[in-house]
């Protein structure tokens, strides 16, 4: 369900720690054997053409993000983090069976790490417990809204 407006770059092992090194990185994070990042120019130019950038990333990648944007005003700004999750983890582990895609010692680790990561929700902007794709959608959407009108994001009115 990826869109256009998405980048990707495949780079060789060399040239994405060269990347690393220089900082170029929003996040980044090696999974599987597989490498992959935010490039910080990416989302900063998407920012500054007046575009949403909305980021799917886990705990430790919102952390580091958070961290980055501590250390850059315009991140700063345009920060907003919000946390998704199942209600329950019954309910994660129903949708994690019903999918048919993992063994059941994937599932019960996928289990484990989400019980983790749960505990986190306290360090985001809000919590948005998933319903369905499409509430889900539309309660992202209502954030989203929302926080372009605050203050500090709007111009004021013309009189």
Same mark, same amino acid.
Do not use: P
């Given at each position: 369900?990826?869109?256009?407006? $998405? %980048?990707?770059?495949?780079?060789?092992?060399?040239?994405f720690l060269k990347r690393v090194q220089a900082g170029n990185f929003l996040e980044h994070a090696t999974v599987y054997g597989h490498s992959y990042g935010i490039l910080k120019s990416e989302v900063l130019?998407?920012?500054?053409?007046?575009?949403?950038?909305?980021?799917? $990333? %886990?705990?430790?990648?919102?952390?580091?993000?958070?961290?980055r944007a501590g250390e850059d005003p315009e991140l700063k700004r345009a920060l907003v983090s919000v946390f998704l999750t199942p209600p329950s983890a019954n309910i994660l582990e129903k949708r994690l069976r019903r999918r048919g895609t993992d063994a059941a010692a994937a599932i019960q680790k996928r289990l484990s790490v989400a019980r983790q990561e749960v505990a986190q929700w306290k360090n985001f902007d809000y919590l948005l417990i998933s319903t369905s794709i499409g509430e889900d959608l539309r309660r992202m959407m209502a954030i989203v809204d929302a926080e372009k009108m605050r203050p500090a994001r709007m111009q004021p009115p013309e009189f």
């Open positions: 369900g990826e869109t256009d407006s $998405v %980048d990707y770059y495949f780079l060789d092992a060399t040239s130019g998407k920012l500054r053409a007046g575009r949403d950038v909305l980021l799917n $990333v %886990d705990v430790q990648g919102a952390a580091t993000i958070r961290e």
